[in-house]
């Protein structure tokens, strides 16, 4: 998880393409130099990344694991900064984490589906609360207090019949997040097969992606 806010840089709201583009830049740094991990979820402001259960790096040891995803997140998040977001940073970012034991399959894709399943709450909700700012006229207290109780049919409602907008028709990278794996590529050259990561905007809550995927958990 990580521990940056839109105080680093001027985000678009609700949701800010490339900024979410340099997380997943980020996530791609760390798993190139930690090939341990074998797929990378994230979504808004946090990621998390997952190992294999064989993994003996730095003797599993969780302080030593954590320690360096962070750092080499943060280096290639600072790094690739200017790519992706034409202003400076305001401040240094920082990012936190920390190390989950999930003992069975079950488990895991349990952690995963909650991950997945709060970045379609958040985003729902921000997706409205800013079309009531940015489109409605209203203050963000206003805002705030609107939707102060309101479902997901309710945000939806809104949304739809008050500015005309299908939350379904969002890009799928921002109700869904972004699943990072590798995957077997040609080389266009050589034509030997090389890993390479892909970057995925998909559902991982229902058994479709797994099914499709039987080695993927090793």
């Known amino acids: 998880s990580s521990g940056i806010n839109a105080e680093y840089g001027d985000f678009t709201k609700p949701n800010d393409k490339n900024a979410l583009d340099l997380m997943n830049c980020a996530a791609k740094g760390v798993m190139t130099e930690l090939s341990d991990i074998f797929l990378a979820y994230g979504q808004s402001d946090e990621f998390s990344f997952v190992f294999k259960r064989t993994s003996t790096l730095y003797g599993r040891r969780a302080s030593k694991i954590i320690s360096t995803v962070c750092s080499t997140f943060t280096s290639h998040y600072v790094f690739h900064w200017p790519i992706f977001c034409s202003q400076p ?5 920082s990012f936190d984490g920390r190390v989950v034991l999930y003992p069975v399959e079950k488990d895991l894709r349990n952690y995963l589906s909650w991950r997945q399943a709060d970045c379609h709450v958040n985003n729902l909700y921000n997706t409205c609360f800013w079309t009531l700012v940015q489109r409605g006229g209203l203050t963000t207290t206003e805002a705030e207090k609107r939707l102060n109780g ?64 039987p080695d993927l958990i090793v």
Request: include cysteine.
């Open 89 to 93: 940073l305001k401040y240094p970012p």
């Open 150 to 213: 309101s479902f997901s049919a309710d945000k939806n409602e809104i949304m739809f019949t008050e500015f005309g907008l299908n939350y379904n028709d969002e890009p799928e990278v921002y109700r869904k997040g972004s699943t990072i794996l590798w995957k077997q590529a040609e080389d266009e050259q050589t034509k030997r097969k090389r890993r390479v990561l892909e970057v995925r905007h998909c559902d991982i809550i229902g058994d479709l992606f797994w099914e499709e995927r």
